[in-house]
């Protein structure tokens, strides 16, 4: 696969969808978080949407639907953890500050899917390297014709 196998993962689910549920799971993240967290604390309100935009990024491992995940996990928190009403107002480096941390874990998550998924196949490399130097189909064949009286 000269190199690229990292860019495929064959059991990821489409962009639209990842997207989808990672904006469903923030929805809903953000509905706990206003009703188990105080108004004025924005910080355990942060720590919530940037562990559901770290887990929409590992579980999806779409290299698109996490960073956008980040960004409706940002105007979510902006518009209606910070502000009220979904108003969304920049506060300075506060909110340069937030969306680092949404981006980084975004991030984050799509590592921990990659560093998965090399692992995986660096095993599938090595069960097929010793299948295909004799433990597999071809050494069955191999003795199989030897024992036989035709050669």
């Known amino acids: ?34 009703a188990a967290t105080a108004p004025d604390g924005p910080v355990p ?30 105007t979510v928190l902006n518009g209606f953890l910070v502000n009220r009403l979904g108003v969304l107002t920049w506060h300075g480096s506060a909110d340069a500050i937030r969306l680092a941390v949404l981006a980084g874990a975004a ?6 899917a990659r560093s998965h998924l090399a692992g995986q196949h660096r095993r599938d490399v090595l069960r ?15 003795a199989h014709k030897e024992a036989s009286p035709s050669g």
């Open 107 to 112: 991030l984050a998550g799509w590592l921990t």
């Open 128 to 142: 097929m390297r010793t299948w295909l130097n004799g433990g597999g189909f071809a050494s069955s064949i191999h």
């Open 1 to 34: 696969m000269n190199g690229t196998w990292w860019l495929v993962r064959p059991h990821a689910a489409p962009t639209g969808i990842t997207l989808a549920a990672g904006a469903g799971a923030v929805v809903a993240t953000a509905l706990v978080a206003a």
């Open 45 to 74: 309100r942060l720590v919530a949407m940037a562990a559901v935009v770290a887990a929409a990024g590992g579980l999806g491992g779409n290299l698109i639907a996490a960073p956008g995940t980040a960004a409706i996990a940002w």
